[in-house]
């Protein structure tokens, strides 16, 4: 259903649309979903909520997903405390943070992004973790719309918080 929704969308490549389950009885066994966006295109979060939301999975399904794991390219750019990725080609801004997951013995994905933009490097690309996506559909999708309606009635858009798990930067 989640795989058929995120096919649908028009900036999805629905030929890269994959989905992979772990082996497992009866008809419910985790999986993973993969896509790319159409050349030249980007996802639109808010588009695929939508149409995700238009299936069954936005009612009483105990259907979940653990994360959204997206790369995004575009400029980032560090102030004294706020990381933000603005995606090329769109309006979309990212504030990017830490991954509460993220190995605290070593420098995590997020600070070693800062020590790069401080030596001067150039940032093409992150990867992270969408905050707000995980948990059962039903409660996401809710969570999801009542935060872009805040959103828009307050004519402020909010800036969803990319967890980072990696990044590149121009060679």
Known sequence: MARDATARQYDVDKNSVKLYCEPGPGDYRPGTITFNAKKGKSIDLDKMRESIAATRLSGGTNMRVDYLEITATGAVTAGNKDVVLAVSGTGQEFM??????????????????????????????????????????????????????????????????LLVTDFEVRK
């Open 96 to 161: 990017l943070g830490e991954d509460p997951e993220a190995k605290k013995a070593e420098a995590t994905p997020l600070a070693r992004l800062r020590e790069a933009l401080r030596r001067g490097d150039t940032v093409v690309s992150v990867s992270g973790r969408v905050q707000g996506w995980n948990g059962k559909f039903p409660a996401v999708l809710r969570a999801l719309a009542a935060e872009k309606a805040r959103s828009d009635t307050t004519g402020n858009p909010s800036r969803t918080l």
